[in-house]
Nanobody, 124 residues
Framework: QVQLVESGGGLVQAGGSLRLSCAASGSSIFRINTMGWYRQAPGKQRELVAAIASGGTTNYADSVKGRFTISGDSAKNTVYLQMESLKPEDTAVYYC?????????????????WGQGTLVTVSS
């Protein structure tokens, strides 16, 4: 019904930059309330990195404030994560998340969706 496709991960040296993209697609999408990025490092729990609501309000983890910027293009149902001054501790699989409302002939319902994940590796 709804699919999130991520791109932009890769290997970068400490201090470098990367931009992640996540595009939502699906004919049943009625509204996207929030899109965000989570990450999971080996042996650690998945954590919120940044999120952006439909009205433009953003939220960041303390560990990335001032270094990462989340933005969105509502016309394309796409969210971006610009990552600057990357550190080895930013190494993780980054997952896109969407809080959506989908509709079909039976009505509307909330649906949370996840992307497949993209690996970001920061070398020291």
């Amino acid at each position: 019904q709804v699919q999130l496709v991520e791109s932009g991960g890769g290997l970068v040296q400490a201090g470098g930059s990367l931009r992640l993209s996540c595009a939502a697609s699906g004919s049943s999408i009625f509204r996207i309330n929030t899109m965000g990025w989570y990450r999971q490092a080996p042996g650690k729990q998945r954590e919120l990195v940044a999120a952006i609501a439909s009205g433009g309000t953003t939220n960041y983890a303390d560990s990335v404030k001032g270094r990462f910027t989340i933005s969105g293009d509502s016309a394309k149902n796409t969210v971006y994560l610009q990552m600057e001054s990357l550190k080895p501790e930013d190494t993780a699989v980054y997952y896109c998340n969407g809080d959506t409302v989908v509709g079909d002939t039976f009505g509307f319902r909330s649906l949370e969706v996840w992307g497949q994940g993209t690996l970001v590796t920061v070398s020291s």
